[in-house]
T-cell receptor, first 107, second 113 residues
């Protein structure tokens, strides 16, 4: 069993839909990262959270430390949100990555 | 705008060549990392460094070495490139002063022929 599990692996949504990507982890963490990777490779850090909830624009990330679970929500999805979303569990200096969720938003 | 810069976006090398991948960060971060990313395997840690001249093996260090002579620069070296090292290579940096937030480079897609 991987230390960080993401679901779903692939997700296709219609523009405007509310999207949820889930992440469960089994390791002890100091923080949980959500990353975005567009075709071409570069990775952008979306959120780093250790408790509660964070919001940035249409993106919301939540974490439940007791249940070792985090979710990334995208409201009013748009085709430009199409990307790979990766969660990563941080233990001080090191990250353990999930396999990623490939999101495609159709117009 | 703070950034992590990888010297090459695309690289094609021949089997047996010595390959250098360079990474420079301008944020004065203590920690730097090299990952490779392969379809179905996700991101895997090759080497990381906590400080100048310090290095530690990650999960898949075989066939690689690293150098960190200056705080801002972390180099990944493929001593004798092989076709199974064809991959996307990503550099990242972080700092405890910034609560270990990570900044990633744009990646180098290396093809070994």
């Amino acid at each position: 069993k991987n230390e960080v599990e993401q679901s779903p692996q692939n997700l296709t949504a219609q523009e405007g839909e509310f999207i949820t990507i889930n992440c469960s982890y089994s390791v002890g963490i100091s923080a949980l990262h959500w990353l975005q990777q567009h075709p071409g490779g570069g990775i952008v850090s979306l959120f780093m959270l250790s408790s509660g909830k964070k919001k940035h624009g249409r993106l919301i990330a939540t974490i439940n430390i007791q249940e070792k679970h985090s979710s990334l929500h995208i409201t009013a999805s748009h085709p430009r949100d199409s990307a790979v979303y990766i969660c990563a569990a941080a233990n001080r200096n090191k990250l353990v990555f999930g396999a990623g969720t490939i999101l495609r938003v159709k117009s | 705008d703070v950034k992590v810069t990888q010297s090459s976006r695309y690289l094609v090398k021949r089997t047996g060549e010595k390959v250098f991948l360079e990474c420079v960060q301008d944020m004065d971060h203590e920690n730097m990392f090299w990952y490779r990313q392969d379809p179905g395997l996700g991101l895997r840690l090759i080497y990381f460094s906590y400080d100048v001249k310090m290095k530690e093996k990650g999960d898949i260090p075989e066939g690689y070495s690293v150098s960190r002579e200056k705080k801002e620069r972390f180099s990944l070296i493929l001593e004798s490139a092989s076709t199974n090292q064809t991959s996307m290579y990503l550099c990242a940096s972080s700092s405890p002063l910034f609560n270990y937030g990570y900044t990633f480079g744009s990646g180098t897609r290396l093809t070994v022929v």
